[in-house]
């Protein structure tokens, strides 16, 4: 079973810094997704990655597969950012994916 | 429809009781996942479905938990004599394909009392 880990489990940062949340898995993998979820909140899907490198407004991901880790970077962070970041894995081996595997989440807050 | 729909949204029942909850899929969507979420923690894989197979139940805690999906779109997790346990929020997710990005239902809470 795949264990996906990230760091840091914790992060408080000021508005306007440039933030990254890392996630490393121990398996060969399909696909990986950045989650996000605010405090009481549903669950979004911010990126789907097998390869390279996304962007979407102030966010972007990034994989290696080869080396089995990817980043999320936030830049120019607001405190509409503050909310929990999950990383969660799919292995795909032939006879059907094997589920989803969640990393623990990182808990950003960013102030004012 | 519009996304994956949950009911109910909220379930209150007594300890020893059955339960069952719904998930409906995106329409056409092949992966359907089924994962719950304690308060302030994170995510658990529960079940995963590709059409009708499921693919993987490795993350069910124990045999109370079952889940079907026998037309390959709505599903139905079942927890049978329910404990203090297992309460939780109960989401489920569904993709186009195990390669596509996920859709998240908004879950129902489940509370054993």
């Known amino acids: 079973k795949n264990e996906v880990e990230q760091s840091p489990q914790n992060l408080t940062a000021q508005e306007g810094e440039f933030i990254t949340i890392n996630c490393s898995y121990s398996?060969?993998?399909?696909?990986l997704h950045w989650l996000q979820q605010h405090p009481g909140g549903g669950i979004v899907s911010l990126f789907m990655?097998?390869?390279g490198k996304k962007k979407h407004g102030r966010l972007i991901a990034t994989i290696n597969i080869q080396e089995k880790h990817s980043s999320l970077h936030i830049t120019a962070s607001h405190p509409r950012d503050s909310a929990v970041y999950i990383c969660a894995v799919i292995v795909y081996s032939g006879g059907g994916a094997d589920g989803l595997t969640f990393g623990k989440g990182t808990h950003l807050i960013i102030q004012p | 429809g519009a996304g994956v729909s949950q009911s109910p949204r909220y379930k209150v029942t007594k300890r020893g009781q059955d339960v069952a909850l719904r998930c409906d899929p995106i329409?056409?969507?092949?992966?359907l996942y089924w994962y719950r979420q304690a308060l302030g923690q994170g995510p658990e894989f529960l079940t995963y479905f590709n059409y009708e197979a499921q693919q993987d139940k490795s993350g069910l805690p124990n045999d109370r938990f079952s889940a079907e999906r026998p037309e390959g779109s709505i599903s139905t997790l079942t927890i049978q004599r329910t404990e203090q346990r297992d309460s939780a929020m109960y989401r489920c997710a569904s993709s186009s394909n195990y390669n596509s990005p996920l859709h998240f239902g908004n879950g129902t809470r489940l509370t054993v009392t």
């Open positions: 990655l097998s390869s």
């Open positions: 329409s056409g969507h092949v992966s």
């Open positions: 398996v060969g993998i399909s696909a």
